[in-house]
């Protein structure tokens, strides 16, 4: 199975700091990387898909890059509805398989 | 509005059995392939399984082969998730979510989930 690591498992974050978020694959995956949004209590949310394709209705505040082995997700300006775990996974080969979490946290 | 709502989940003893069901709307539920994902208390998030559109292709996860089984009823636009032998360790939070896809240059390409029902809570507790 392909293993996704997330950098890094938590942060604290200001309103209107710009946030990265890092993924690894434990082998190639090409952009076959999906990133989620999950609040406490909730369901995920599909944030991007194909590495850097942005979701229908999420703000173009989230922006995804990578190939390969290494990804990132950037929110450029924090605001309160964004903190959550954040979630990346792979869809390259099965089992589809996701990282273990980011924990956006306020600073 | 593309919806998904589970249901079935609640307290079961280790050994035991328990049918989940996604009811689906809002899309073409019989055009698209589905897959099953869990949450255990605290976790990260753990895939299951797949179902294509027509039922044709199933996949599992090495957690469940052999003891859960995938279905769907398309003119009830209904997915399903058969648990048997029931662990401690499958006290999880049962998403369902719909296969998301494109095209790209290399052709047809799916894989992520989009959109998730809002989960069923399946809790194995003697």
């Known amino acids: 199975d392909i293993q996704m690591t997330q950098s890094p498992s938590s942060l604290s974050a200001s309103i209107g700091d710009r946030v990265t978020i890092t993924c690894r694959a434990s082998?190639?995956?090409?952009?076959?990387l999906a990133w989620f949004q999950q609040k406490p209590g909730k369901a995920p949310k599909s944030l991007i898909y194909a590495a850097s394709s942005l979701q229908s209705g999420v703000p173009s505040k989230f922006s995804g890059s990578g190939s390969g082995t290494d990804f990132t997700l950037t929110i450029s300006s924090l605001q309160p509805e964004d903190f959550a775990t954040y979630y990346c996974q792979q869809y390259n080969s099965y089992p589809p398989t996701f990282g273990q979490g980011t924990k956006v946290e306020i600073k | 509005e593309v919806q998904l709502v589970e249901s079935g989940g609640g307290l079961v003893q280790p050994g035991g059995s328990l049918r989940l069901s996604c009811a689906a709307s809002g899309f073409t539920f019989s055009s698209y392939s589905m897959n099953w994902v869990r949450q255990a208390p605290g976790k990260g998030l753990e895939w299951l399984s797949y179902?294509?559109?027509?039922?044709?292709?199933?996949k599992y996860a090495d957690s469940v082969k052999g003891r859960f089984t995938i279905s769907r009823d398309n003119a009830k636009k209904s997915l399903f998730l058969q648990m048997n032998s029931l662990r401690a360790e499958d006290t999880a939070v049962y998403y369902c979510?719909?296969?998301?896809?494109?095209?790209?240059?290399?052709?047809?390409?799916?894989?992520?989930?989009?959109?998730w029902g809002q989960g069923t809570l399946v809790t194995v507790s003697s």
């Open positions: 082998q190639g995956i090409s952009n076959y």
């Open positions: 179902i294509s559109s027509s039922s044709s292709t199933i």
């Open positions: 979510a719909r296969d998301g896809d494109y095209y790209d240059s290399s052709g047809y390409q799916r894989g992520w989930f989009d959109p």
